[in-house]
């Protein structure tokens, strides 16, 4: 699976983020799909993933509540995951993600384990102003 990430940029302390990662090839919708993030010097974070059939997401400790992950499954060779992140801090800044995993989770810990995604995006920068 193919995994292309758009969105991100600059944006204002206070405000939204808004990411999305289309996933293409024969199996996309057949995949987990979910972000990480990575801030200079710092370990790549978990933030959110959602499952294949888009009815289960899973969301870091620092987006709890404040954040909202949604898939787009109607084309089987298509998949397209949006995330949304709202009341940005300099926190929230970073490289963002998008991977896929192949395996159904029904514990947030694992999807929130880097080393169980196969395979990986580009990444998109953010950049929160103060």
């Known amino acids: 699976v193919q995994l292309q990430a758009s969105g991100g940029g600059l944006v204002q302390a206070g405000g939204s983020l808004s990411l999305s990662c289309t996933a293409s090839?024969?199996?996309?919708?057949?995949?987990?799909l979910g972000w990480f993030r990575q801030a200079p010097g710092r370990e790549r974070e978990f933030v959110a993933t959602?499952?294949?059939?888009?009815?289960?997401?899973?969301?870091?400790d620092s987006v709890t509540g404040r954040s909202t992950i949604s898939r787009d499954n109607r084309d089987n060779l298509k998949n397209t995951i949006y995330l949304q992140v709202h009341t940005l801090t300099p926190d929230d800044a970073g490289v963002y993600y998008c991977?896929?995993?192949?395996?159904?989770?029904?514990?947030?810990?694992?999807?929130?384990?880097?080393?169980?995604?196969?395979?990986w995006g580009q990444g998109t920068q953010v950049t929160v102003s103060s």
């Open positions: 090839g024969r199996s996309a919708s057949a995949w987990h």
């Open positions: 959602i499952t294949d059939d888009g009815r289960n997401a899973y969301y870091g």
């Open positions: 991977a896929a995993c192949r395996y159904i989770f029904y514990d947030r810990d694992r999807y929130a384990n880097p080393t169980d995604y196969e395979y």
